[in-house]
């Protein structure tokens, strides 16, 4: 990037096509050759306030900051303002952002948490440089292009084990060096996982997200829990290492919260030593890329969980959603596909407490990256409708504007704090007080956090206008959070059946003897 220096009254001299110069937040832009081919066309470059002109504002106005860091772009800078200084920061990996709300209390100055620890502070550090480095960037490409993730991030990932930490505190972690041994594996608890789960959902690439192993997330658990030590040791080091894949294959085209009402059977062979299977599975997430499925199949003594390896019987198909196919969602078949009984997770027909088991963990991660993601909209629209202009003044010199920013606050705010209390419960919490005491907590939390995320989303596209349903430029993320935050509503039980399970949990804790 050249500092040659130059005066406002230099730039001024290149005002038409083929010689054309624009002052950008004090850098000096030779648009001589670029001009024919600007996305936003050459009239608008050549108006009198632009050409050669000091265009800040109406830059910034019409343009992400980020696409005057992208390489083919920053090489038009022939220099600077002689005199003056550039006020807009480029991000620096690992940066706090200095946007108000759009960190959590915790990471703001000033303020104070019971919950984080100085070693919760550390590891947000170090995880969060590792995700504006690695993740966010292939993030952005992959929810375009639609590829499944590259094994190189995976890789870079399982270097610093954090595809076993995204499985939250366990046995698992035993004798792994967790974020170059920052964290020590005994020490590792939820608030480690919920910083893990956040900083990953500020990528805001929702299908991206999911295509960064949620499988496992979700899909490995009933192996660690419930797995024979000869399953366990065969499979779970290599998916955390990365080197073999694994989802959770449980809804059908025939049903998906109602787990009862699915059709996938399971029945042993004649010698009794497989399980054959036959039915179908859909939306299914990473199970286009997956090696191992964890299955729910009807058995003779009722629902069973059953771990199904990919092999003769077993296809896999992309569906079409609508958030990007690098999440790898699968309709799966299974022809007579086999699996050796030694596979069954849990006991025959025990298959519902296996999955009820799973389910207060995987709302509870999701609750996590919903509540994130809202936050990072807030953010968008703080920034946003104080350099956009209507009637001459900012968007936030409007009353109904700041209204809606007044309660997409509220709830980031309320959906973090729940959550953390939350989480605090689930480190003092035995896994069988959890199991009694949180699910409904976590049930209604996850139906609110999501709902707020949809409010929020449709808010944000209002604050945005047009680009706020544009897939590029300005209103990308908020496009994409319209477009995804139904996922979140849907996926781990939908809203109404959460906040119904969460109710009937509260009812059967009634005491019979109290009364008005
Ligand atoms: C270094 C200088 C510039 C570069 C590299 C540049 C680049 C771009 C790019 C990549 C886009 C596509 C949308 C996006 O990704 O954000 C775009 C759109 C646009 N640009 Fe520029 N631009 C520059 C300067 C300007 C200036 C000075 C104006 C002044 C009016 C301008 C007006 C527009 C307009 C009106 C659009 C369309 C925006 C929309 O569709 O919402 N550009 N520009």
Known sequence: MSTKEYTAEEVSKHTKEGDLWVIIDAR??????????????????????????DATEVFFGLHRAEVLEKPQYKRLQIGVIRGEAS??????????????????????????????????????????????????????????????????????????????????????????TLMGGLVKPEEFDYFHELILTQEIARCGARGFGDGLLSGKVIGL?????????????????????GKKFICLAISEAHAGSDVMGLQTTAIKSEDGKEWIINGSKK???????????????????????????????????????????????????????RAPVGNTLGEEGGGIFVMLSNFNHERWVMCCSSARSQRAIVEECLKWSAQRKAFGKPLNTLAIIRSKLAAMISRAESTQNWLENITYQMC?????????????????????????????????????????????????????AHRTTGFDALLGGAEDVLRDLGVRQALRSMPSDSRL
Not at 288 to 303: A, I, N, P, R, S
Not at 307 to 319: A, N
Not at 472 to 480: A, Q, V, Y
């Open 87 to 176: 006020v807009i920061k480029a991000p620096v990996p690992g940066d706090i952002s200095k946007v108000p709300y759009a960190e959590p209390t915790w990471l703001v100055d000033g303020f104070h948490s019971p919950y984080y620890t100085e070693n919760h502070r550390k590891f947000q550090v170090e995880v969060r440089k590792f995700v504006d480095e690695f993740i966010y960037p292939e993030a952005q490409i992959k929810e375009e292009d639609g590829t499944r993730l590259s094994q190189e991030l995976v890789d870079r990932m399982t270097a610093v084990n954090m595809h076993a930490m995204r499985m939250g505190p366990g046995k698992h972690l035993k004798g792994l």
């Open 428 to 480: 003092n919490m035995s896994y069988k007080q959890q199991a009694g005491k949180l699910a409904g907590q976590i049930a209604f939390l996850k139906a609110y956090s999501t709902s707020c995320g949809q409010q929020t989303a449709t808010d944000a596209v209002q604050i945005f206008g047009g680009r706020g349903i544009t897939r590029t430029g300005m209103g990308k993320f908020i496009e994409h």
């Open 28 to 53: 000096v832009f030779d648009l001589s050759k670029f001009c024919g081919m600007h996305p936003g066309g050459l009239s608008v470059l050549l108006d009198e306030e632009v050409a050669g002109q």
């Open 221 to 241: 658990p009933p192996v660690l829990n419930f797995g024979s030590e000869e399953l366990k040791a065969r499979i779970v080091p290599e998916v955390l290492q």
């Open 283 to 337: 939306w299914i997430t990473n199970g286009t890329f997956c090696d191992y499925f964890t299955v729910g199949c009807k058995t003779e003594d009722g629902f069973t969980v059953i771990l199904v390896e990919r092999g003769p019987g077993v296809e896999t198909k992309p569906i079409k959603t609508s958030y990007s196919s690098t999440a790898g969602t699968a309709y799966i078949t299974f022809d007579n596909a």
